[in-house]
């Protein structure tokens, strides 16, 4: 069946760090990759998306390359921020009125 | 893009008692969703909520516990029956629009279970 894979957390980052956050997906055919963000308290948002091979969606200095080869949606940022702490889940829709797929999530947390 | 509105945003409820969540669309959507996001979990689905036919419940979860209704293409509601400590969660509404490939989501409801 469809799934998404995430790297486990809690990631802890010192401010202006590199981030990678790692995404794999199990799924037939061309889904719709997603990036959503939980703020503490807050509800999802979207943060970034893909909806084919090679796309790169990117928002607020991330970014995520669909790589259909290595089944992939990676989440980088050059420089993180403190108010980037949050929990990233990576996610996948299979079709147009089919369901969304999330990842367990990864927690951040950004250190001045 | 569409602005999903959930009611009540968190609310404590004591146990056997049932909470009804509203979710209202700025905007006719095809499809919506119920997750339930578990303390410290990841989202999982509940159902699809269908306008004019019954919900479409995932593998785990009931229409006895968990009634949802859709009597139209801008508002669902789930009900949580019968609560237990172990319901309290957050509880999201999902739309999506067939337009383009996004899921809105509302900003949930985060219910306690005493």
């Known amino acids: 069946g469809n799934s998404v894979t995430q790297m486990e957390g809690p990631v802890t980052l010192s401010e202006e760090a590199f981030l990678t956050i790692n995404c794999t997906y199990t799924?037939?055919?061309?889904?719709?990759l997603f990036w959503y963000v939980q703020y503490p308290g807050e509800g999802l948002q979207l943060l970034l998306k893909a909806t084919k091979a090679d796309d790169k969606g990117s928002n607020k200095g991330f970014e995520a390359t669909y790589r259909k080869e290595t089944t992939s949606f990676h989440l980088e940022k050059g420089s993180v921020q403190v108010s980037d702490s949050a929990v990233y889940f990576c996610a996948l829709l299979k079709t147009s009125y089919d369901k969304v797929i999330f990842g367990p999530g990864t927690s951040l947390s950004v250190i001045p | 893009s569409a602005v999903i509105s959930q009611k009540p945003s968190r609310d404590i409820c004591q146990r056997g008692t049932s909470l009804t969540i509203q979710c209202q669309v700025d905007?006719?959507?095809?499809?919506m969703f119920w997750y339930r996001q578990q303390p410290g979990q990841s989202l999982t689905l509940i159902a699809t909520?269908?306008?004019?036919?019954?919900?479409?419940?995932e593998s785990g979860f009931v229409i006895d516990k968990f009634p949802i209704s859709r009597p139209n293409l801008t508002f669902s509601t789930l009900t949580v029956s019968n609560m237990s400590p172990e319901d309290s969660s957050i509880y999201l509404c999902?739309?999506?629009?067939?337009?383009?490939?996004?899921?809105?989501f509302g900003q949930g409801t985060r219910l306690t279970v005493v």
């Open positions: 999902s739309a999506w629009t067939g337009v383009n490939t996004e899921a809105f």
């Open positions: 905007s006719q959507v095809t499809m």
């Open positions: 909520a269908n306008q004019g036919s019954e919900a479409t419940y």
């Open positions: 799924a037939t055919g061309y889904p719709s």
